[in-house]
């Protein structure tokens, strides 16, 4: 009887070499993962998740197939199930939940976490560096990407009046794009502090002010702060602490030239500027960038020599913890005062009206966050055992909002987790983020842990404020940074627990074709909803439902188009369609007031006002009725 690794082994010549080559593998995955999802809108829309999906089962897969030492450790299988085990709560929830699009919609993205964590700790066991060195890379570019777009905007500028002049693309949102910035410049520090050779620490140096000029250019409050968070722990964590600090004071200068040479280029940094002046500050500002970026890399180098040499006494090391505890009790001392102050101007305060944006850096404010809170705290207590299913965050928020401000997510993970999945839904995501900290205190003497353990605890940290996990890229940076300290290369399969990893591998990219497959005819319907070509518009509507069909929106999508075109009648059927697949959502109702007369539309709209009674175009409706 063949055993497993004869019945596994790849046959084709061309794998066989491939296993063979001496190739970062492990680096070229992950920075594909984080590289490719950003460029796709940072991988907020289902149609970017299937082939990223796909790509990391693939990846374990052929790791099990080639890999005799294959395995993962018992703390990261942990954590991985308990990562599945969220999955497949979300899943179940679709039971109750009364937005079953969007709660399979999150089960997929989550899926696709699943896939990047299995694929990246099977390639981890050797050298977990390697993953960091790709989510750096992929974090670099995607920066490098975003400054184009403000340094050369005559070429590669973006109009997004979303976004008020705030630096977000091509992840398409501004404060995730600061927290991958903010994330990249962790991880560039720690290459340059322990990197394994000269080069990989001067390129790791010279990444820091890119990633820190974007954290700039972004205006994102939240975002520094977890930078800073994720500083100390990251410092508090490295076992050369010395060093580290050394080589951080060698790239901070270099950093606040650039960051203090585009504070003050007001063309970029102030809405409503013309192209041609802001064109004009960008160009001027690129070799200044390019310049810092050479004098940290070189400085770095010189400062990574520095902890060889350095040896601090007991004494010495005593002085410096009082220090630090002395540092934190005066910023305690002093922040008591100003608490009560802060929570005022955080609860009340909105976004900045000066066009300068440098203005809004130093102002607390929550920008609505609070309601939304309370909003979730809400949900959570009318739901306590179950929650209201996963997806039904926005459902509420249109139900109960103060304001007519549109919101998607709560801008807090863990509550909304409370609210739609309930204690065990929120148990399940906590276990799976809490076991990389943990775990991370017996890893510290890797080279780069202590990176690692600053990337993640700023991501735990920032998605209390914001909606970071919806955006597979910046979470895949995360994902990653846990497993390169969940990763143990003393651990091996034994047969059977080889033949579950390949299975849950299969899975994984059935589940990644599926949601490549299902966005196929949703992209086609959009494409002929664009070309007015309505036969094959319904045609790819109906393939869409077939494929998917607890959703709504082939329907929604094919009624809104109609509806627009004037075609009323048709329009009307796909959006009882719509209306029949989530009953709780408003926008169906309301287009069927829109496309309706007298009692129909009186029906309709009193049901969308029933939804969402705050709603402005409803009352428009109502008026014109």
Same mark, same amino acid.
């Given at each position: 009887?063949?055993?497993? !690794? ?38 907020? %829309? ?38 599945? $085990? %969220? ?29 990047? +964590? ?35 905007? #005559?070429?590669?500028?973006?109009? #997004? ?6 630096? !977000? ?9 600061? *927290? ?16 394994? =050779? ?32 994720? *500083? ?10 010395? @060093? ?9 200068? %270099? ?17 409503? &500027? ?15 960038? $390019? ?8 400085? $770095? ?25 002395? /540092? ?25 009206? &000066? $066009? ?6 130093? @102002? ?29 965050? @926005? ?14 997510? +709560? ?21 799976? *983020? ?65 033949? *579950?990893?390949?299975?849950? /591998? ?12 299902? @966005? ?36 929604? =999508? ?11 009648? #048709? ?6 369609? /719509? ?45 014109? &009725?």
């Amino acid at each position: 009887m063949p055993s497993f !690794d004869s019945a596994l082994r790849p046959q084709s010549a061309w794998l066989a070499r491939a296993s063979e080559l001496r190739l970062p593998w492990a680096t070229l995955g992950s920075f594909a993962l984080v590289a490719g999802t950003g460029a796709a809108n940072g991988g907020y %829309f289902p149609s970017s998740w299937g082939l990223p999906t796909l790509l990391a089962a693939w990846i374990a897969a052929l790791v099990l197939a080639v890999r005799e030492d294959a395995g993962i450790s018992r703390d990261a299988t942990l954590a991985l199930g308990a990562l599945t $085990a %969220f999955v497949c709560w979300t899943v179940l929830s679709t039971v109750w939940s009364t937005n079953v699009t969007e709660a399979v919609l999150s089960a997929e993205r989550t899926t696709l976490y699943v896939a990047a +964590a299995l694929a990246a700790l099977l390639c981890a066991r050797r050298s977990p560096e390697q993953l960091l060195h790709g989510a750096w890379a992929g974090s670099v570019v995607l920066c490098s990407w975003a400054l184009a777009t403000r340094l050369v905007p #005559d070429r590669f500028g973006v109009s #997004d009046p979303i976004a008020g002049y705030r630096l !977000d693309q091509p992840i398409g949102y501004w404060n995730a794009l600061g *927290l991958l910035a903010a994330m990249g410049a962790l991880l560039g520090l720690g290459i340059a502090a322990r990197g394994r =050779s000269p080069l990989g620490r001067a390129v790791g140096a010279a990444g820091v002010p890119i990633c820190i000029t974007t954290l700039y250019f972004t205006f994102s409050r939240g975002a520094w702060i977890a930078l800073a968070c994720g *500083l100390v722990a990251a410092v508090a964590l490295a076992p050369r602490r010395v @060093q580290v600090i050394a080589v951080a004071v060698a790239v901070a200068p %270099f950093t606040a030239v650039v960051v203090w040479r585009a504070s003050v280029s007001s063309a970029l940094t102030t809405v409503g &500027s013309p192209l041609a002046t802001a064109a004009h500050e960008g160009h001027r500002l690129l070799p200044v960038l $390019a310049g810092c970026a050479v004098g940290a890399a070189v400085l $770095a180098l010189l400062a990574a020599r520095v902890d060889p040499d350095v040896n601090l006494g007991p004494q010495a090391r005593r002085l410096i913890a009082i220090a630090l505890a002395a /540092a934190v009790v005066a910023a305690v001392f002093v922040a008591l005062p100003a608490e009560k102050r802060a929570w005022h101007t955080f609860a009340t305060a909105g976004t900045s009206s &000066s $066009a300068n944006l440098n203005s809004r850096l130093f @102002q607390i404010g929550g920008n609505g966050r609070l309601p939304q809170w309370r909003v979730a705290w809400r949900d959570a207590a009318a739901n306590p055992i179950l929650g209201s299913g996963a997806g039904t965050y @926005q459902e509420q928020w249109f139900l109960h909002r103060p304001t007519t401000s549109r919101v998607r997510n +709560a801008h807090n993970l863990y509550l909304e987790t409370l609210a739609e999945l309930g204690p065990l839904g929120l148990a399940l995501l906590v276990c799976f *983020l809490a076991i990389p900290i943990v775990v991370a205190f017996r890893r510290r003497h890797r080279p780069l842990a202590f990176a690692a353990f600053g990337v993640y605890v700023a991501f735990v940290l920032h998605v209390i404020v914001d909606w970071d996990w919806q955006i597979a890229s910046v979470s895949l940076v995360a994902v990653l940074a846990a497993a390169a300290l969940l990763a143990d290369g003393a651990v091996r399969f034994s047969r059977w627990q080889r033949w *579950l990893a390949l299975a849950a /591998a299969g899975v994984l990219g059935a589940a990644g074709i599926y949601t490549f497959a299902s @966005q196929i005819p949703m992209t086609r319907l959009a494409k002929a909803e664009a070309q007015g070509n309505w036969t094959s518009a319904e045609r790819q509507a109906k393939h869409a439902a077939a494929l998917a069909p607890w959703s709504e929106d082939p329907w929604l =999508s094919l009624g809104e188009a109609e509806l627009n075109a004037g075609r009323t009648a #048709d329009a009307v059927v796909a959006l009882q369609k /719509a209306a029949a697949k989530t009953p709780d959502d408003w926008t169906p109702w309301y287009d069927l007031a829109r496309a309706s007369t007298g009692s129909a539309r009186a029906a309709d709209l009193a049901r969308a006002r029933a939804l969402n009674p705050l709603e402005p175009e409803l009352a428009t409706l109502g008026a014109g &009725s």
